[in-house]
Structures are given as C-alpha cells and as structure tokens.
C-alpha cells in the first residue's frame, strides 16, 4: 500500500508533468494517425522481396546533403520506434509506427528486421487495407505461403 500511496502523492505533485504527456499523447496519437497513412503509401510494392536495392542516400553525390540527410532520417526514425513503443500501451498504430521508424534507420540487419515485421500478418493486411484505399498496389513479400497481399482469405 506504501507503494501506491507513493505514486499517488508523486502524481499529485507532478501534475504539470502529467498533463504535458497527456498532451503529448494526443498530439502523437493525432500525428501517427495522419503520417502513417502517409508513409505507407510511399513504400514500394517491391521493397521487402528479397533483391538488391540501391539506398536512397547512396543516389545522393554531395557528401553533406548525404550526411544531412541520414542523419535527419536516423533521428526521425528513431523517433517513430519510440512513439510506436509508447503507442503499444497507449492509443496508436504501434506496431505500424515502430515498422515505420526501423525503415527510416539505418543499421546492420533492418532489412532482416523489416521482413520479421512486415511477415506478420496482421501488419501486412493492415498495410495493403491502406494500399488499397489510397489505389495503390500492395506490398509483395515474395517467399511467403500466404498470398502476397496479405488480404483474404483466413
């Protein structure tokens, strides 16, 4: 009981604190409900089947505009991934959030990760249901026994 009564009376000091990440709240929840749509519809229908791709950063030839720019997207991404984990106790996409922020990174291994995420089946039909709205194509994960779209039968 001390405990909750500790966390009662820190709660009651630190008001402002929670108000401010109510708010916060909101504003990601808002944010992720109009950028994830977006971005989704952004990615190529061929982006996670398993050939060589280019990096957009490696078509980039000024070496500052090339740092600038994976710099900018590391941090954005990095940010994503943590809106999606606090997404998975509060309201949000999550999961979608944190699939997007590990695409925008860049490290050793994320295309293996992206494949983890985007195989899951419930990720994979919510993103082709975006797709499909937006008449877009949908994402194509080659060397699945499930049909490609992601959409249909269960």
Avoid: C
């Amino acid at each position: 009981m001390t405990a909750v009564n500790a966390l009662i009376d820190w709660a009651a000091a630190h008001q402002a604190v929670l108000s401010g990440l109510a708010v916060l709240s909101v504003i990601t929840f808002v944010g992720t409900l109009i950028a994830i749509p977006i971005l989704v519809i952004q990615i190529p229908e061929d982006h996670f089947l398993p050939e060589d791709r280019i990096p957009i950063s490696a078509r980039i030839n000024h070496f500052g505009l090339r740092l600038l720019f994976l710099v900018l997207k590391n941090v954005l991404g990095v940010l994503f991934v943590l809106a999606g984990i606090a997404m998975l106790v509060l309201p949000g996409q999550g999961l979608l959030t944190i699939l997007i922020g590990i695409m925008l990174m860049s490290f050793p291994g994320k295309y293996t990760l992206e494949r983890r995420f985007i195989m899951q089946k419930h990720i994979l039909k919510a993103i082709n249901r975006m797709r499909a709205r937006a008449e877009r194509p949908p994402i194509r994960v080659g060397g699945s026994k499930e049909r490609d779209d992601g959409i249909g039968e269960e």
